[in-house]
């Protein structure tokens, strides 16, 4: 397998659909090392503004705030959390649509649980998640999309807890998306 190159996965971050197709491929297939790559790059953004601003006067913060701005926005828009826990990965039983999928993201304190469990029709899915983050995070009607390889595209809202459930998925690899106001996190599902 070709990694794309750092400015590919920079470029990717930014803004995935302007990025070459090889590039979206394999981002969205979930490759771990690059998926790393792509959150350091996602975190890069709020410390740059860190260093670079703390120790300048007012105006000049102002000025480059304003200079930036839309830039910092675009690298802070999105957070790829690393596949850190994949029960097929352990058991190795891919495609076996009887056992319960077990997947686990995380992104600094962020997670997101996931459990593609077998639905009442043969052969179908149901997605049931939940998203985990410090308290000072409201997670309650939190937007969940579920974007599938064929442009798939199912919507539902977390609860207070962070939870959501989703039926009838389209087989992995897809991308669970969630956002809440500054929080902003993608799982790549392989
Ligand atoms: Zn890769």
Redesign the pocket.
């Known amino acids: 397998?070709t990694?794309?190159n750092l400015e590919q996965i920079a470029l990717w971050v930014e803004d995935k659909l302007s990025s070459p197709a090889e590039t979206q491929e394999?981002?969205n297939?979930g490759?771990?090392?690059?998926?790393e790559e792509a959150t350091r790059l996602t975190n890069l953004g709020p410390i740059v503004r860190e260093a670079l601003f703390s120790n300048m006067p007012k105006e000049t913060q102002d000025h480059l705030n304003a200079v930036v701005q839309t830039r910092i926005e675009s690298l802070s828009a999105f957070l790829v959390a690393s596949l850190v826990q994949d029960s097929y990965a352990l058991e190795g039983v891919r495609g076996a649509a009887t056992d319960t999928r077990h997947l686990r993201f995380e992104s600094g304190d962020l997670a997101i649980v996931l459990q593609v469990e077998p639905g009442p029709k043969t052969g179908s899915s149901n997605l049931v998640g939940q998203i985990y983050a410090p308290d000072q995070y409201d997670l309650e009607g939190g937007k969940v999309q579920l974007l599938g390889e064929k442009g798939e595209a199912l919507e539902t809202t977390s609860d207070d807890l962070g939870e959501f459930f989703i039926d009838a998925i389209p087989e992995a690899p897809f991308t669970v998306e969630f956002s809440k106001d500054e929080l902003k996190l993608r799982a790549l599902i392989p």
Request: charged letters at 0%; proline letters at 18%.
């Open positions: 397998m990694h794309p394999h981002m297939s490759c771990v090392p690059c998926s």
